[in-house]
């Protein structure tokens, strides 16, 4: 009421700052004086509001008012700008960008000086921000916060520019930056992308989120009554990230990208994935996977693209495990690659299981069985062999463990401990059922066969050299055996007579494994194909899995080996791998050679 302490001190103030008008002020001062006025306004509002006892005593009334105005200017002419560091880049080996950052710019406002702006104006701002004045309106209406609201973000120069030119109170201009993706849906799930907050979502840009991102940085300014800066308080200077750069060959993953993209368009099928390392280095030259998105197009990133089948999709490898438990054997001495095996008369009966083989082939050599795919033949040479140790060779090779490839997502796959095997369960697993494993892990473990008998971690890292000894899993001279024998796959009367890279030896081996669904198997496969080249001595392990291909299309041979053609030859000529002019040699003419 008038007369009170409260009172008189308010209508003190109000008389100082009457005088105030009456002398010359420069425009900082009289910004100040107007925000004096806004404040004296609030606190006339709530004269009447309860204050605690201490404020009741006149000496300190002026310290509450103070701290009072201090406080209400602050918020009104002060603030914190946050300075973004700019992010490092991405780049494959050969130092070509797969991702940048650029400067781009967010427009706010403050809505207690928007108030002040005229609805002509702000409809001008509307349609500068492309938006309507109604979802412009309801964000100055509506406001996260008393003093701040983020109208767009991350928009052009451009529209940075036209926003100034408005000169509108209270809008005002954030330089931000937003991450770019030259080769888009090509390398996205390998790069893959950022959020708004900048930081990594998937792919190496969350795997190495702590490396790229800089340091944000900070600066204190005062503004005008317009919101203009007029002065800065204080600054920190932001610090940029580091570069990333990775294994992949950019010419490499385009030659992968495109020969699956094309395979998944030809065969019907639901999706597939690529992958080509470097068998000197362990490095991964390309990763490709279809369907794909555009992480520059954030409507594309759905889970089904997303997602990076060649780390996250388990499935049961067939017969590409073959080779493994048939080394294993090889290495221990219990047979060689002439040892005969009878699988007549095509089907073998192992407790109340049946298992089969397409034809009934009779009597074959060991690297026949290899060249024929012969499930019986590799389950009667698998169980041969002690349940823990042929379990210990699978989880030497990486199964049953995710790979470590500082990558986010990759799935361990399923292979159960060898205490828990029957017969029939070791049966199954030595050709590739009953057991789960990613297309990268497969990928890891035939490095043991394309070396020496040694297994080394793959890595999507740039490396400097070769790696020169990995874990031993086989002896040297069983990896050679397994690769001659494996050429014969690609030769007549193998499973991938398809494959054909000209003037260089290919071994390989083709997979097709029926899918489960609801616990039960279905028509429904995965195909795949994994290829060593040049085989004399190779250079590349080259893997493509192909799922749900559809009929005309159901084995590796025929809808796997087709888009290991493709990305062989490219790759080869691309990185200049001298051919080694063996096409002509039989599997079994070098594999005599090299026993010899």
Not at 329 to 342: E, F
Not at 415 to 438: C, D, F, N, V
């Amino acid at each position: 009421a008038p007369g009170d302490s409260y009172f008189v001190k308010i209508q003190g103030i109000l008389a100082i700052k009457n005088e105030l008008e009456n002398i010359p002020l420069s425009g900082t001062q009289r910004d100040m004086l107007l925000a004096m006025e806004n404040v004296l306004e609030q606190a006339w509002t709530f004269r009447n509001t309860p204050v605690p006892d201490r404020c009741m005593n006149p000496e300190n009334i002026s310290e509450v008012v103070y701290y009072f105005l201090q406080d209400k200017g602050e918020a009104r002419y002060a603030r914190t700008i946050t300075i973004a560091g700019s992010r490092g880049e991405i780049l494959d080996r050969n130092g070509v960008v797969l991702a940048s950052t650029q400067p781009v710019r967010s427009i706010w406002a403050d809505p207690a000086f928007t108030k002040k702006a005229t609805k002509e104006d702000l409809k001008k701002l509307a349609e500068v921000l492309g938006i309507s004045y109604a979802d412009l309106d309801k964000k100055l209406k509506n406001p996260p916060s008393r003093n701040f609201v983020y109208l767009a973000r991350k928009r052009d120069l451009a529209t940075a520019e036209a926003v100034k030119a408005l000169a509108i109170p209270g809008i005002g201009v954030q330089a931000e930056v937003l991450r770019e993706y030259p080769d888009g849906p090509v390398t996205a799930h390998v790069v893959g992308f950022t959020g708004w907050d900048d930081h990594g979502q998937e792919g190496v840009e969350l795997s190495k989120d702590d490396v790229l991102t800089g340091k944000g940085g900070a600066r204190r300014v005062l503004r005008d009554r317009l919101g203009r800066i007029v002065d800065d308080v204080w600054a920190k200077d932001a610090v940029e990230g580091r570069d990333v750069s990775l294994s992949i060959d950019s010419r490499v993953q385009f030659i992968a990208y495109e020969a699956l993209s094309d395979m998944i368009v030809e065969s019907g099928a639901k999706a597939g994935a690529v992958v080509v390392a470097d068998v000197r280095t362990g490095e991964i030259l390309a990763l490709a996977n279809n369907p794909t998105y555009d992480p520059n197009d954030r409507s594309t990133m759905v889970f089904e693209r997303v997602r990076n089948r060649v780390l996250t999709d388990e499935f049961e490898p067939g017969s590409t495990m073959k080779p493994f438990a048939i080394a294993k054997a090889i290495d221990m001495g219990i047979v060689d690659p002439l040892t005969t095996i009878q699988t007549a008369p095509g089907k073998l009966t192992i407790g109340d299981r049946t298992i089969g083989d397409t034809h009934d082939y009779g009597l074959l050599t060991v690297a026949e069985i290899v060249a024929k795919s012969s499930n019986i033949g590799t389950t009667k040479i698998a169980l041969e062999i002690a349940p823990q140790t042929l379990w210990e060779t699978y989880t030497a090779l990486g199964f049953g463990r995710a790979p470590d490839i500082g990558f986010p997502g990759a799935t361990a796959g399923r292979l159960r401990p060898a205490k828990s095997w029957r017969p029939i369960e070791q049966a199954t697993i030595s050709y590739g059922h009953g057991m789960t494993a990613s297309l990268m892990q497969l990928v890891r473990a035939y490095t043991a066969l394309a070396r020496n008998g040694d297994v080394i971690d793959l890595t999507l890292e740039k490396r400097e050299g070769p790696v020169e000894k990995g874990t031993q899993v086989f002896k040297p001279e069983t990896a050679r055996v397994m690769r001659a024998m494996m050429m014969q796959t690609v030769a007549r009367g193998g499973t991938a007579t398809r494959v054909k890279v000209a003037g260089y030896s290919v071994a390989g081996k083709t997979g097709t494994a029926n899918k489960v669904k609801d616990g039960r198997y279905t028509n429904d496969v995965v195909a795949s194909f994994v290829g060593l080249v040049p085989a004399t001595e190779p250079r590349f392990i080259i893997a493509v899995m192909v799922d749900e291909p559809g009929p005309k299309y159901h084995f590796g041979g025929r809808v796997a080996a087709p888009v290991f053609n493709r990305v062989a030859e490219g790759a080869l000529r691309t990185l200049m791998v001298t051919p080694d002019d063996v096409t002509s040699a039989g599997g079994v003419g070098l594999m005599a050679k090299i026993r010899h």
